[in-house]
């Protein structure tokens, strides 16, 4: 009976010794695997979904350089609607063209250069005194504001310039000042 004890005892020994060798199996192998697995898996995702990321931002920059270089040419035309605020001579340059064409005597009295809150953009302000006939004047202002220039006149004051007697005319005096936007 007593062989039959020990033989129990050797068993149960045995299965408790391979319960605990499966349980520190469990413990320090496989449960730190699966962690590591799980870890893993997340990272992956993690590291796919980056990566879609910049596949999409790969293929969105392709598609701006292909939209660039068809805008190139808009946007040198947005571009030469400003002036250049250190050297503005183009702009003074246009200026005295359309006077000429329009057949009025201008005069550039000051240049400022201002940036109020509202405005987006800095800009120059021209005070511009002129003298010749009205129609004239008033050609002179549309072909300003249908300018290259990206220009808004203001405060124009036109006065009636004083006549010999007897004759008439439609000469006047005008000053203004023209906002145009810098670059």
């Known amino acids: 009976f007593q062989s039959k004890m020990t033989i129990k005892k050797r068993v149960y020994s045995t299965l408790v010794i391979f319960a605990l060798l499966i349980i520190f199996i469990i413990i320090f192998i496989v449960f730190p695997l699966f962690r590591q697995i799980k870890n893993n898996s997340k990272e992956l995702i993690i590291q796919k979904e980056k990566f879609i990321a910049l596949e999409a931002k790969i293929t969105n920059l392709e598609k701006f350089k292909v939209l660039y270089a068809e805008l190139q040419r808009f946007l040198k035309e947005i571009d030469n609607l400003f002036v250049n605020p250190a050297v503005p001579v183009e702009f003074i340059g246009f200026l005295e063209n359309i006077s000429e064409k329009s057949q009025l005597k201008i005069e550039i009295l000051s240049i400022s250069d201002q940036k109020i809150e509202k405005d987006f953009w800095p800009y120059l302000i021209f005070q511009i005194s ?3 006939s009205f129609p004239n ?3 002179f202002l549309e072909k300003l504001e249908n300018g290259p220039y990206l220009a808004e006149t203001q405060n124009v ?13 439609d000469n006047v005096m005008a000053t203004f000042s023209v906002k145009v936007f810098v670059k």
């Open 130 to 132: 002129s003298s010749g």
């Open 157 to 169: 004051s036109v006065n009636k310039l004083s006549q010999d007697k007897g004759v008439v005319s």
């Open 137 to 139: 004047f008033l050609k």
